[in-house]
């Protein structure tokens, strides 16, 4: 968000905001109302332009109403993939990319031990998409993946701890849509507790694990308000091709490092960010 204000600060734009929100909703029903109301936003408002950010606001709002539609859209946020979507050319974007496979390798060359691995994350669209999407590259690199997704806190809680016992790593990718979410507890839960290595490739999650190669939220941003400036000047989507984003930062948590005396390489431990 602050990526697009920003970066269109400066330019002759007028630019309304609407908070789909689909993550916190409890149903398709609870969703559908979401999208009804973005559309009569939209209306009333009477765009040349929509940019919209993650995978159901691409999914619930730009596939059944803008596609293949006369205004132009740029999405940021999406996964990994937009071809399951099946965008027509009035719709361009930035994939989220994440960079996960440096980021186990980095951890496999430190443990050449490990092998189970579990994915503790929210039970969200993007969630299950990744589980197919990313089930191969896990078990390319010798890894052995199960997946534990949570609606709640407390049912994450529990999977914590199970993955703290019984795997070699957990890989903590999100947890927005985590209903009752309790940041201190999280926190206190697992330094209390945490035997293995936990890891990231999302910066707000990095109180929780011990090491991150993470995404640069704010790329995204950037890249989805220069590209609707370009549009607005009268370039066309499909002249403009899906883009990826490219920037990464390390971090280690010192307390969690410390309390299961986590190893990484010299190179890594100089450019990252100590928390």
């Not at 109301?37 to 993650?54: G, Q």
């Not at 078990?139 to 709640?152: I, K, V, W």
């Not at 035997?195 to 993470?214: H, N, Q, S």
């Not at 971090?251 to 450019?271: G, H, P, Q």
Request: net charge negative; charged share 25%; with cysteine.
């Amino acid at each position: 968000m602050k990526g697009i204000t920003e970066t269109l600060a400066n330019e002759n734009v007028a630019l309304k905001t609407f908070f789909l929100n689909a993550k916190q909703k409890n149903s398709e029903a609870e969703i559908q109302e979401s999208v009804k109301s973005a559309l009569l936003e939209i209306t009333n408002f009477k765009p040349d332009l929509l940019i919209v950010s993650d995978d159901n606001a691409v999914k619930d709002l730009v596939v059944p109403h803008f596609n293949n539609a006369h205004l132009p859209v740029v999405f940021c946020g999406v996964n990994w993939s937009a071809n399951q979507y099946n965008l027509g050319e009035n719709v361009t974007g930035m994939l989220e990319v994440l960079p996960l496979k440096e980021l186990l390798s980095e951890l496999i060359k430190n443990y050449p031990e490990t092998k189970k691995m579990v994915v503790l994350s929210e039970n969200s669209l993007s969630e299950q998409n990744n589980k197919t999407i990313l089930d191969t590259l896990y078990r390319n690199l010798g890894l052995e993946p199960t997946y534990s997704l949570a609606d709640d806190f407390e049912t994450w809680k529990t999977l914590f701890m199970k993955a703290n016992q019984e795997t070699d790593l957990i890989y903590m990718p999100i947890n927005g849509a985590i209903k009752n979410w309790d940041e201190t507890t999280a926190r206190t839960l697992i330094e209390n507790n945490l035997k293995i290595p936990a890891v990231t490739c999302d910066d707000f999650m990095m109180p929780y694990t011990v090491f991150g190669l993470t995404k640069v939220a704010k790329e995204q941003g950037e890249w989805a308000a220069k590209t609707a400036i370009e549009l607005l000047g009268g370039k066309k989507p499909a002249e403009i091709p899906i883009s990826r984003n490219k920037k990464t930062k390390a971090w280690i948590n010192t307390k969690l490092a410390a309390k299961i005396d986590f190893k990484v390489s010299e190179e890594i431990k100089r450019s990252s960010t100590q928390l």
